[in-house]
């Protein structure tokens, strides 16, 4: 070469592990560079999320004022607080809205040329997500919470294992969140225009993932049912009870390991509709 | 332009009917929300879930209601980033009709006929002694509502004139204002109380006057007659939407795309 042609990182034929998880990590950084460009809109999203997290967090406090004993749905209100405060900066790092890249690219045909790519599908997508993922950890993750602590009390964990464990369950919680948004995306190999499930998807995602409110000011019957027969409390909620401690440490680790569960199922079954999809697949357009 | 519009809307019918559903469902989820805050505490800010749902059926009928006519207008910064605006400043029309109609609000009528749903329901669940002055106060605080939504949202579309990625910025004070004004004024507080309730207004959308319909006391201390003079608070909110959006238009040069 000249000198001018492009890098391509080549795949060590002897070694496919290694190759295969360059490869992955190098998807994983294009993903972070990506979202690192819209620096304004990074400002300007934070200070939506300030916004609704004084809105939340001063409806919460005044339902645990009014509520018998102080603490609605077993929080006290510094757990609220929290809950609100690391829940709206949270909400970017998940991602669960606004993501249909995938359909659109299966509508206008060019998902044709990522089958072409010698890395899965599903694989690609989610290197490119977790590196969005890593980047609003960065960038949206702090600003809310910063905002928060300064305006209100915030609930601080006492357990040592409570940290890494809501780290794992926020990894988790962007793996899960990336597997629903792939199938509801997916469903476009069907119906060719997926915005009738993305706008279910948008509708659903954000209550029953306990943004509008935590979950467990629901009657116990539908909570459980929640947690156990969908993925969606594992996208939000999971990883905020885990870092407010509001359950006994038993139950903590529990909710992380379902949540796990939930994650490599989504991921499971987002590689078998893919195949499914390949098999059936006509490239729309010329 | 409206005919055409609508042959557009109704040929996609699966679409349609799920956008219809959609937009029904945010608006009866912030509904049930207001439910499920209340099966934990009797009384929230002070009020019950009889006068808060009044409060509540105020913000979202006023909201459902401006939403219908000027909500696409948050598109905006897509057509100053895209230049589809270029197109529309050089038809002989004006440019906010223009926007309004470039994307007919079919879909919304159901859930604007729940918002005004919620609201009736309101107004009869809290028995309320009608007077003259509140029956005219109970039709006209919605369209109060409504107009002062409108200039919010017209404002929070405006920034793109100058600041094409201010991306959800806008949502802050259009959604964000319609959740602060879903709950009695009383449970928030400090600095984020005054800016929100009184230097932007919203407690004249829904707090205010629903204090005057149901007789009561204001806990924050404004006299009883700023519930009664509160939609007269769309009008200078109006005239600085309208000053801010025509210097907007002035000032807006094209991404030259």
Known sequence: ??????????????????????????????GFRRYATYRQATIAGSC??????????YVLLA????????????????????FV????????????????????RIRTGDVASDLLRPVPLVSAYLAVDLGRAGHAMLTRFLPPIVAG?????????????????????VVLAVVGSFGCRFLVNASAYWLHDARGPLMLWTLGSAVLAGLYFPLRLLPDWAAVTLWVATPLPG????????????????RQFALVLLQAVWAAGLL????????RAERKLVVQGG | MVAGKFRSVTSYRASFTFEVLGNLGSTVLDVLTVFVLFRAATVVGGFTLAEAVLMTGLAVAGFVLCDAVVGNIDDLKKYVRSGTLDTILLRPLGVLPQLVFLDLPIRKVLRVAFGLTVYGVALRANHLDWTPPRVLLAVLAPLGG????????????????????????????????????????????????DLFAYALGFAFVSYQPALALLGRGDPLGLPAWAGFAAPLVCLPATLVAALVWRSGVRHYRSTGS
Request: proline letters at 6%.
């Open chain 1, 1 to 30: 070469m000249d000198g001018t042609g492009a890098r391509v990182l080549t795949i060590s034929p002897g070694q496919p592990f290694r190759g295969s998880v360059t490869t992955f990590g190098a998807l994983v950084w294009s």
């Open chain 1, 48 to 57: 939506t999320n300030i916004v609704f997290g004084f809105l939340r967090c």
């Open chain 1, 63 to 82: 339902v645990a004022a009014g509520a018998a004993g102080g603490r609605p749905g077993g929080y006290d209100s510094a757990q609220l607080a929290t």
């Open chain 1, 85 to 104: 405060w690391v829940g709206q900066g949270l909400l970017t790092v998940t991602g669960i809205w606004g993501w249909t890249e995938l359909a659109d």
């Open chain 1, 149 to 169: 602590a300064i305006a209100f009390p915030l609930a601080v964990p006492h357990r040592w294992q409570t940290v890494p464990l809501f780290v794992i369950s």
């Open chain 1, 235 to 250: 996208l939000l909620q999971t990883p905020l009870d885990v870092l407010v401690e509001r359950d006994p440490p038993g």
């Open chain 1, 268 to 275: 499971a079954l987002a590689r078998l509709v893919q195949r």
């Open chain 2, 146 to 193: 409504a107009v002062f939504f409108g200039a919010i949202f017209v404002l929070s579309a405006s920034v793109a004139f100058w600041w094409v990625d201010s991306g959800e910025l806008g949502n802050g004070f259009t959604y964000g204002g319609r959740d602060f004004t879903a709950y009695p004024v009383s449970v928030y507080g400090g600095w984020f109380r």
